[in-house]
């Protein structure tokens, strides 16, 4: 199908034309989720958002136009959430607090579909560089949010100083995603609390009290 002339990224929408264009990528964003996003065609998005083949190529040229916009959406949804948890962490407790949230959350669904941006990147990252490179920057932040709350505990004298919060904050991303990702094959969400907590262990290894 052609692509109408007027859909240009970065273009200025109507509120009517922005509300189409936000239930196209929030309909992607579930499809692409549940299902994958290779497995999950432009005909099931349309169906799925109840637009039209014309608004959607109006939007959307081309599916992988479609892929970068949902990457955009759902890494910018779990990062404001994390930043909810992470931007005044400064104890232990916070940071249970912080993982009893994710396991929670993901014990909704009984472990299954992983992570909102893992999952993602496990299909992505060889097939298209910009959302990729998205991905990347996303998991950098989210990581970034859990060094700094280290940080503010190494300074405030609750971590030992030899604790190194960049590489306890890269243990406690691997523990999860790796969690994630044993949960979604196992149907579980069990994995995932053994991951988590095993980390956390570490964390508490360098606790001062």
Request: with cysteine; charged share 25%.
């Amino acid at each position: 199908m052609s692509t109408p002339e007027n859909a240009q990224p970065g273009r200025r929408l109507t509120p009517r034309g922005a509300a189409t264009r936000a239930r196209i990528v929030a309909a992607a964003a579930e499809l692409m989720y549940v299902k994958g996003v290779n497995a999950t065609t432009l005909d099931d998005v349309r169906a799925a958002s109840s637009t039209s083949k014309s608004q959607l190529y109006n939007h959307f040229p081309d599916k992988e136009e479609l892929v970068r916009a949902v990457v955009a959406a759902r890494a910018a949804q779990v990062l404001e959430r994390e930043r909810g948890y992470l931007q005044r962490l400064k104890s232990f407790r916070g940071l249970v607090r912080w993982r009893d949230a994710l396991v929670q959350r993901n014990a909704l669904q009984n472990g299954a579909y992983g992570c909102a941006l893992g999952s993602m990147a496990s299909e992505l990252a060889d097939q298209d560089d910009q959302a990729r490179a998205t991905l990347a920057e996303s998991f950098m932040e989210w990581e970034g949010l859990l060094a700094a709350g280290l940080q503010r505990m190494r300074e405030s004298g609750t971590l030992r100083p030899d604790a190194d919060p960049e590489k306890l904050a890269t243990g406690l991303m691997a523990a999860l995603q790796g969690g994630y990702l044993l949960a979604e094959t196992a149907h579980d969400v069990k994995p995932m609390e053994i991951a988590l907590d095993m980390a956390l262990d570490h964390v508490k290894s360098f606790l001062t009290a």
